[in-house]
Structures are given as C-alpha cells and as structure tokens.
C-alpha cells in the first residue's frame, strides 16, 4: 500500500543548526513527492518539489529512490523555520495526495 | 482574491446531527479535495473530485458525502456525525495538469462532535 512515514513527530534544534527532516515512501510506480509547510496562523502551503530540484527559503529535498527518500535539509536553521512540516506523495496517473503524518520543527534562539 | 474559503470555520454538533461545510474556491481550479487533520495521524484524504460533477473517494471516505455541482465549490456533508468525526477539515484545490501536487489550501473549519 502507499504509504508517506515521517518518523519524527517533533525536532528541536538551536538556531544555525543543521535540519534534517526525515521522509520516506513505500510506492511501487513512479512517485512525484513535495514538502509542504504550516506557519503558525497560516494555511498549509507548498514549499517545495522533487521534480522542480530548487531551494526555497534555503531548503532542499532529493528524491532517494534506492532508500525511497525524501528528506528535506537546510543547513543553518532560522527562528522563521519553526513550523509543521508534511511530506506528502502523488500517485502516478492520479490526482491524489497523500500525506504524512507531520513533523514540528521548533527552532530556539 | 480569497482564494479557498471553507464555511463555518468552528462547528460544535451531538451525535447523529448532520451538516455541510462548504469550500468555495475563485481560481477557477479544476480539482478540489476534502482532508481531515487529526494529531499523530497527518492529513488522511477524504474525498476529492477531478472535474464538475464528477467525485472520487479518498483513503478514509465512509461516514462523509461530497457533491461539486459547480466548479467552484465542494460541498463535504455528515449524515449522522460521531465522535470519531471530531477533526479539522481542509479543502484545497489544485490548478490541473499543469500543476500537479501545487494545492492550496484553505484555513480549516474545526469540526467536534460531542
């Protein structure tokens, strides 16, 4: 079955801290995955995608499909960051989204 | 530009009562979706319609009916609300083929079934 795991329900680094938050799939077609973000008070929102290969907001994800990855990383984490992160997994020849459970990045000063 | 906009954004119902949350969306999308967000469980897709007049199921559909008798909107109804309903409820809707996964969103209507 298709499945999005993100194993880390809550990750508390120090500001100018590497980020690493984990994503994997379990798909057997040709997955197109994305990162979307949850400020607090603001509407879930796109941050970035596999296909586009771009860094948005000093993020980046690769898509690993030999460990059916996605993980998003960003080398020096700002306050701003703090948010809930989901990776989310798009189905080949379909429109539907699945989604993972959700990882809150807290950032400390 | 509102974008998607979901009414009522809180909703307190007993058990067996009915309702409808509407999402209403101005970008002239074709796809639209129903989620619900529950804490440890993420956002688990209900039901999502690819096209006026045309709906599909999602991963947890049973308890909930969706119509799209126009475009623009996405009606999500309970027939007989339990408390396992209790949840915040997402629309969102997505441009076509030429933005495949790129959904918006709108703000959520908080939804407890008591």
Redesign the interface.
């Known amino acids: 079955a298709q499945r999005v795991t ?1 194993p880390e ?1 809550l990750l508390s680094v120090f500001k100018g801290a590497p980020v690493e938050l984990k994503c994997n799939y379990s798909y057997s077609g040709s997955p ?1 995955l ?1 990162w ?1 973000v949850q400020y607090s008070r603001q ?4 941050l970035l ?1 596999h296909i586009s290969r771009e860094s948005i907001k000093g993020f980046t994800a690769d898509l690993n499909k030999g460990e059916t990855s996605f993980h998003l990383k960003k080398p020096f984490a700002q306050e701003e960051d703090s948010a809930m992160y ?1 990776c ?1 997994l ?1 189905m080949d020849s379909s ?8 990882t809150r990045l807290l950032v400390r000063p | 530009n509102a974008g998607v906009t979901q009414t009522p954004k809180f909703r307190v119902l007993k058990t067996g009562q009915s309702m409808t949350l509407l999402c209403a969306q101005d970008m002239n999308h074709e ?1 639209m ?1 129903w ?1 619900r967000q529950d804490p ?6 209900i039901h ?1 319609s ?1 096209g006026e007049g045309t709906t599909a199921k ?2 947890v559909p049973d308890g909930y009916n969706v119509s799209r008798l126009k475009k623009q909107n996405f009606l999500l109804g309970l027939e007989s609300a339990a408390p396992s309903q209790t949840s915040v409820y ?1 629309c ?1 809707s ?1 441009p076509g083929q030429g933005a ?8 959520g209507s908080r939804l407890t079934v008591l």
């Open positions: 993100q329900k197109e994305f979307y509407r879930l929102q796109l995608r989901y989310a798009l429109y539907k989204l699945i989604f993972g459970s959700g | 796809y979706y989620y440890g469980m993420g956002l688990r897709l999502y690819v999602g991963e997402f969102a997505q495949i996964g790129e959904l918006f969103f709108g703000e």
